[in-house]
């Protein structure tokens, strides 16, 4: 696995930790700013609140009273920029006569309909309710606002201005606009908006909203009531506040608070930084020196009397305290890894060694007989672990009688290959005397358990071949079922009686049994290492696919037997780890 490159870090932990409380300073400061002005300025506006509300509610009485108004609204609408023209001399006639003061107070009481009236009549009923209300709007001198008007909503887009505080000053303010259609966009003025999404549901509130006018550069406090609104005509009062000298007075005090309070923000993050390079970042720089120097000299006596120099009296001192604590134990556990690596060492030369004799002591030479035409004979025992508890024998006990024994002990490793051993040496002993199988592991499971003080046991199939007539005798103690090739031309199992294992309990007998072996037959022995060997689904060989191997290999010699037979069981595990020894036996007769 290659090495990641190590990247080249640069100390910015000052630089960072002074950009982080900057960012928290000035946020402090901008919050606390923001949140002095809303306060001041809605604190300011409030407190007109009450004069501006009583102010505009008289101004709407004097405006409300008057019955005419609602169709004085529709006609002023219908002659925009008119109404201040004055009276040609026809219409001062008309409005000199005494029948026109008559029909003046009806329309007033509301007993005559102005729309029944000639056209001369009306134009002077509207321009004496026009002036009526254009005085009362002129009266407000003493109200210190800057202009007071009288609004009709038209549409979000624009409002008809029927008449300012000016309208009935022509001599003075000749150029005042007045009862004319003017852009008023609700997006711009938000009490305008609000009430065009109210409806005017509540007659009697009075809507406010701040402006900026960028004609004349002002802050204006506006505010809106309205005066009538039934159909389509919308009237409102609206009363507008100049405050800009104390909205220029706050933004001063703000833009004076915003300069002082980053002065302090510098010093106190100068005075910050400062602390936190001293108790943070150059303790941390001693501590960061001390493990380099560690990597480099791996001196830990020395690498603690450095970490124990740092003066911090918070979390940075206690790790170097324990950094210091862990050179020493990196030390001792280095010690102690050696140690074990020595003894290591040591096991797997011996490890290396047992597995050497146990090879030495199985018959690993082949051809094994190779003077002997009348059969042909090939074993493998692959352990598990270093060492394995299974065995496979075969010797001649005389030129008319081939032993043959495959054998597995309870366990694995180092305990099982010694009670292989054993177990291998009084078996082989027993068959040279000439005994029957069954007698063999009769006579060896007593001189097993004579002396089993750990109760282990080993699975043992025995036979013995008489080369001249092909007669196989066998027993078995608690083994595999082997697999016969005769007469019908397949593998078979062959089910044996069993017998009980041999070192499991003393006084038991075996039986033995006979198979008549012609030239070609084969008997395939195995240990269980086979039938269940495991792959990582957790799925077993088993039986059927050993014999199903068999089958697909039955015309090779012993060895290829075996080989395939390896070869399918591992194909089957793939990369699941070896759970047992795998230990197989072969021989083919073929006749004298």
């Keep these: 696995m290659p090495v990641p490159v190590k990247k080249e870090r640069k100390q910015k932990l000052v630089i960072q930790v002074g950009i982080v409380t900057c960012l928290i300073f000035f946020a402090t400061l901008a919050y606390i700013l923001i949140s002095d002005y809303s306060i001041t300025r809605d604190a300011y506006l409030s407190s007109k609140n009450e004069m501006i509300d009583r102010d505009i509610r008289t101004l709407c009485k004097r405006v409300k009273h008057n019955k005419l108004l609602p169709w004085g609204l529709k006609y002023w609408r219908e002659h925009t920029g008119q109404m201040d023209r004055g009276?040609?001399?026809?219409?001062?006639?008309?409005?000199?006569r005494m029948e026109m003061e008559d029909i003046w107070i009806s329309c007033l009481d509301g007993l005559t309909d102005p729309d029944t009236l000639t056209k001369t009549q009306q134009w002077v009923i509207a321009s004496r309710l026009y002036y009526g209300i254009a005085v009362n709007l002129a009266n407000t001198d003493e109200l210190d606002y800057s202009d007071i008007q009288l609004l009709?909503?038209?549409?979000?887009?624009?409002?008809?201005?029927?008449?300012?505080q000016n309208t009935n000053d022509f001599e003075h303010h000749p150029d005042a606009p007045r009862d004319v259609i003017i852009d008023y966009p609700a997006s711009e003025h938000s009490a305008i908006d609000k009430i065009l999404s109210d409806g005017i549901r509540d007659k009697e509130k009075t809507f406010y909203e701040l402006y900026h006018d960028p004609e004349d550069g002002k802050e204006y406090y506006i505010a809106y009531k309205p005066v009538y609104c039934e159909g389509e005509e919308r009237c409102l009062m609206c009363i507008r506040y100049d405050w800009s000298d104390f909205y220029d007075q706050l933004l001063t005090k703000t833009r004076t608070s915003m300069i002082i309070g980053l002065l302090v923000l510098i010093l106190l993050?100068?005075?910050?930084?400062?602390?936190?390079?001293?108790?943070?970042?150059?303790?941390?720089?001693?501590?960061?020196k001390g493990v380099q120097d560690y990597m480099k000299d791996k001196n830990a006596p020395a690498a603690a009397e450095k970490m124990h120099n740092v003066r911090a009296k918070n979390e940075i001192g206690v790790l170097a305290d324990h950094f210091a604590d862990l050179a020493t134990e990196i030390?001792?556990?280095?010690?102690?890894?050696?140690?074990?690596?020595s003894e290591k060492e040591r096991i797997s030369t011996e490890?290396?060694?047992?597995?050497?004799?146990?090879s030495s002591v199985l018959p690993g030479i082949f051809p094994a007989f190779p003077d002997r035409k009348e059969f042909d004979i090939y074993a493998t025992m692959n352990p598990a672990k270093e060492v394995g508890g299974d065995f496979y024998d075969f010797f001649l006990i005389d030129k008319d009688h081939l032993c043959l024994v495959i054998a597995d002990v309870s366990g694995k490793g180092i305990p099982a290959a010694l009670f292989m051993m054993a177990s291998m040496i009084t078996v082989r002993n027993l068959a040279k005397?000439?005994?029957?199988?069954?007698?063999v592991l009769t006579e060896a499971?007593?001189?097993?358990?004579?002396?089993?003080?750990?109760e282990?046991?080993?699975?043992?199939?025995?036979?013995?071949?008489?080369?001249?007539?092909?007669k196989l005798t066998a027993s078995n103690g608690g083994h595999e079922y082997p697999a016969i090739l005769g007469e019908s031309g397949e593998f078979e199992l062959y089910k044996d009686t069993h017998g009980f294992v041999l070192g499991g309990m003393e006084g038991v007998t075996y039986k033995d049994y006979e198979i008549q072996l012609k030239p070609g037959d084969k008997v395939f022995v195995y240990t269980d290492g086979v039938p269940e060997a495991t792959n990582a689904e957790e799925e077993l060989f088993g039986t059927k696919r050993l014999v199903q191997a068999l089958a697909e290999c039955k015309e090779g010699t012993p060895e290829d037997i075996l080989r395939y037979v390896h070869a399918s069981v591992d194909g089957f595990v793939k990369s699941a780890k070896q759970f047992d020894d795998l230990t197989m036996l072969c021989i083919m007769y073929k006749g004298v």
């Design 456 to 470: 282990m046991f080993v699975t043992v199939w025995l036979g013995i071949l008489e080369i001249s007539t092909g």
């Design 87 to 96: 009276l040609t001399s026809e219409e001062e006639e008309m409005n000199a």
């Design 152 to 164: 009709g909503i038209i549409d979000e887009q624009k409002v008809c201005l029927y008449m300012d």
């Design 445 to 454: 499971n007593e001189a097993i358990c004579a002396n089993n003080k750990e």
């Design 433 to 439: 005397q000439g005994l029957t199988p069954a007698r």
């Design 331 to 341: 030390d001792r556990y280095t010690e102690e890894i050696l140690t074990l690596n």
């Design 351 to 358: 490890l290396a060694l047992a597995t050497s004799i146990q």
């Design 269 to 288: 993050n100068g005075l910050l930084t400062l602390f936190v390079y001293r108790k943070a970042i150059a303790p941390i720089m001693k501590v960061g």
